[in-house]
């Protein structure tokens, strides 16, 4: 009865449109509304109601959802969780920025570790050329140390990811540690195009405890990376002999060609590749 005055003025407001035919998408036949016609017919009884203010009244109220108490049944939970494990699983893609230079074990730990909480796991290796070895040798001692792990993908980073377009602050921080940095243009980009592209819900780094810049950084991503729906872990660094691992201790130690000290500290290709290069 309440909803008779409407179905008459829709009756012949889909009459209207069905007699010039100015809108054929509405209806399959001269009897049968489209599914988009069903949608237009449900949306005008729903305005309907609610400009006639039907739904004040709560007896005209029907709850088509599982109630609170419902939600709270410990058999439904069950059963839900039991059912929960056929679910297909989605892929989960994550990355990581490195400079590698070079490529030590601790860099080698890191990706251990996020590879292991992948499926896949893309290494972009900083691609500026202002690091004491160029990128074409630090981009191939990352994939020689990385040959073995099947879900590792190693790519240069471009001009978008820690570029001096992007992030200019980190190739002077060895002279500007007491700067406040903004890498908020970086990570967006980051965020908005690079991780979209491939997948990428999740970004590692290593714990920063000596470099203030890299520890900004660090801190502005567990920040902004969110807002782009990509988790942030940071990953506390491998240690020997109760100091972190570093690429600043290799070269260090490259001064006096102590390769035995720097044998305990990198991969097997790289010392190979600092022996030729060095010795």
Same mark, same amino acid.
């Not at 992007?166 to 002077?172: E, G, I, R, V």
């Not at 195009?193 to 714990?207: C, D, K, N, Y």
């Not at 260090?252 to 102590?258: A, I, N, P, R, S």
């Given at each position: 009865?309440?909803?008779?005055?409407? $179905?008459?003025?829709?009756?012949?407001?889909?009459?209207?449109?069905?007699?010039?035919?100015?809108?054929?998408?509405?209806?399959?036949?001269?009897?049968?509304?489209?599914?988009?016609?069903?949608?237009?017919?449900?949306?005008?009884?729903?305005?309907?109601?609610?400009? =006639?203010?039907?739904?004040?009244?709560?007896?005209?109220?029907?709850? $088509?959802?599982?109630?609170?108490?419902?939600?709270?049944?410990?058999?439904?939970?069950? %059963?839900?969780?039991?059912? =929960?494990?056929?679910?297909?699983?989605?892929?989960?893609?994550?990355? $990581?920025?490195?400079?590698?230079?070079?490529?030590?074990?601790?860099?080698? %730990?890191l990706i251990e570790y996020a590879s292991s909480r992948v499926d896949k796991l893309f290494i972009f290796v900083v691609e500026e050329d202002k690091s004491v070895f160029p990128f074409a040798d630090r981009l191939?001692?990352?994939?020689?140390?990385?040959?073995?792990?099947?879900?590792?993908?190693?790519?240069?980073?471009?001009?978008?990811?820690? =570029?001096a377009n992007t992030f200019a602050a980190y190739f002077t921080k060895s002279e500007q540690q007491d700067i406040v940095i903004d890498a908020s243009n970086d990570l967006s980009i980051f965020g908005e195009q690079?991780?979209?592209?491939?997948?990428?819900?999740?970004?590692?780094?290593?714990?920063?405890?000596?470099?203030?810049?890299?520890?900004?950084?660090? =801190?502005?991503?567990?920040?902004?990376?969110?807002?782009?729906?990509? !988790?942030?872990?940071?990953?506390? !660094?491998?240690?020997?002999?109760?100091?972190?691992?570093?690429?600043?201790?290799?070269?260090?130690?490259?001064?006096?060609?102590?390769?035995?000290?720097?044998?305990?500290?990198?991969?097997?290709?790289?010392?190979?590749?600092?022996?030729?290069?060095?010795?």
């Amino acid at each position: 009865e309440f909803l008779k005055p409407f $179905i008459g003025e829709q009756i012949n407001c889909f009459n209207k449109l069905q007699q010039p035919r100015r809108y054929p998408e509405v209806f399959l036949d001269e009897r049968h509304l489209s599914p988009q016609g069903n949608e237009l017919w449900a949306e005008g009884i729903f305005d309907y109601l609610f400009e =006639s203010k039907y739904f004040e009244d709560s007896n005209n109220l029907v709850n $088509i959802r599982p109630n609170a108490e419902e939600k709270k049944n410990p058999d439904l939970q069950n %059963y839900i969780t039991e059912i =929960s494990k056929y679910a297909p699983k989605q892929p989960v893609f994550g990355s $990581i920025v490195m400079n590698c230079n070079p490529f030590t074990l601790g860099h080698r %730990y890191l990706i251990e570790y996020a590879s292991s909480r992948v499926d896949k796991l893309f290494i972009f290796v900083v691609e500026e050329d202002k690091s004491v070895f160029p990128f074409a040798d630090r981009l191939e001692l990352v994939r020689k140390g990385t040959a073995d792990l099947q879900n590792v993908v190693v790519l240069p980073s471009g001009k978008f990811i820690i =570029s001096a377009n992007t992030f200019a602050a980190y190739f002077t921080k060895s002279e500007q540690q007491d700067i406040v940095i903004d890498a908020s243009n970086d990570l967006s980009i980051f965020g908005e195009q690079i991780a979209p592209t491939l997948g990428i819900t999740v970004r590692f780094a290593g714990e920063e405890p000596t470099d203030n810049i890299t520890r900004q950084y660090n =801190s502005q991503m567990s920040i902004i990376l969110p807002k782009y729906n990509i !988790r942030f872990e940071e990953i506390p !660094r491998k240690e020997f002999n109760g100091v972190a691992i570093s690429a600043s201790r290799v070269r260090k130690l490259l001064e006096t060609k102590d390769f035995h000290s720097i044998a305990e500290i990198v991969p097997a290709t790289t010392l190979n590749y600092l022996k030729e290069k060095f010795s």
